[in-house]
C-alpha cells in the first residue's frame, strides 16, 4: 500500500510539477479567481480512467482464473512450504495476485503521461515528452522499481516472480491506457461534466483567523518585533526588521 501510495500521490504529483510551462501557455487569457481547481476536462478524465481501470481489475480478479488457466482453490494460501526443502514456494493463487498487482501499478505509471496534457483535443500526449528529466527519471525509476518488488520482493511484498511474456501482457494493458485517453476526448464532450465541481466556498472570516496561513503569517510577525530573524547569516542576507525588506 505504501509503494501505491508513493506512486499514485507523491511520484505523481512531483512528476506533473516539474513539467516545464509550453510555449502556447501565453496565449491563453489569464484564469479567474473564481475558476475551479479541477476542470471539467480534468473530471471527465478522471472518470473515464476509474471505469477503466475498474473494469479491468475487476475482469482480472473475478475471471483471472479462467482467463490465465489457473485451477487452485480460493483457499489456497499464498506460499506453500516444500515438502522434501522446507522453502516456501509461491503458489499460482500468488502469481494470479501479481499480475492484478503489477497491471495495477503499469496503468498507473502511464496513465501519468495521459495527465501531461490538460486540453479538452489534445491527443499527443508525447508533445515534450523529454523536456522534463525528472519526469522521464520518476516514470522509469517507478517501472524498474515495480520489476524489482515482482520479481524478487518474495515473502516481504507476497508476490511471485512473472515471466517476460507476463511481464508484457501487464505492460499491454496498462498501456490501453493511451487508447482510452483518446477515446474519451474524441467522444466524450467536456461539456457534459460542468455540474461536477469541488466545494468553492469562501472561508468566513473566523475560519480565515485560524488557517495555517495566518498562523504562519502571525508567527513570522511576531519573529520580526523580537529581531530573530534580523541577524546577518551565512548567506550575507540580513532582514532589515523595521521595514520587512530583504537586503543583501
Not at 2 to 17: K, P, Y
Not at 50 to 69: D, N, P, Y
Request: proline fraction near 5%; charged fraction near 15%; hydrophobic fraction near 45%.
Amino acid at each position: 500500500m505504501l509503494w501505491v501510495n508513493l506512486i499514485q500521490d507523491t511520484f505523481g504529483a512531483l512528476a506533473l510539477a516539474t513539467e516545464p510551462p509550453a510555449e502556447d501557455t501565453l496565449d491563453h487569457p489569464p484564469n479567474k479567481r473564481t475558476e475551479r481547481i479541477v476542470t471539467p476536462v480534468m473530471w471527465r478524465n478522471i472518470i473515464g480512467q476509474s471505469l477503466f481501470q475498474i473494469t479491468v481489475l475487476c475482469v482480472m480478479l473475478f475471471a483471472g482464473k479462467s482467463l490465465f488457466h489457473y485451477t487452485y482453490d480460493n483457499d489456497l494460501p499464498f506460499f506453500v512450504t516444500d515438502p522434501l526443502t522446507g522453502v516456501l514456494l509461491p503458489t499460482e493463487k500468488n502469481e494470479h495476485y501479481t499480475l492484478i498487482f503489477n497491471t495495477f501499478v503499469l496503468m498507473q505509471v502511464f496513465n501519468e503521461i495521459n495527465a501531461r496534457k490538460l486540453g479538452a483535443k489534445e491527443f499527443n500526449i508525447f508533445h515534450g515528452f523529454f523536456n522534463n528529466f525528472m519526469f522521464l527519471f520518476i516514470i522509469f525509476g517507478t517501472i524498474i522499481v515495480q520489476y524489482v518488488l515482482v520479481q524478487y520482493g518474495g515473502i516481504p511484498v507476497r508476490t511471485s516472480p512473472l515471466t517476460p511474456r507476463q511481464h508484457l501482457l501487464c505492460a499491454a494493458i496498462g498501456m490501453f491506457s493511451f487508447v482510452q485517453g483518446a477515446l474519451v476526448k474524441a467522444v466524450l464532450p467536456a461539456e457534459w461534466f460542468n455540474w461536477l465541481h469541488l466545494s468553492d466556498e469562501e472561508m468566513t472570516e473566523e475560519q480565515a483567523k485560524k488557517s495555517i496561513v495566518t498562523s504562519f503569517r502571525k508567527s513570522y510577525r511576531e519573529s520580526l518585533k523580537s529581531g530573530g530573524l534580523g541577524k546577518t547569516g551565512g548567506s550575507g542576507l540580513k532582514i532589515n526588521s523595521s521595514s520587512n525588506k530583504l537586503k543583501k
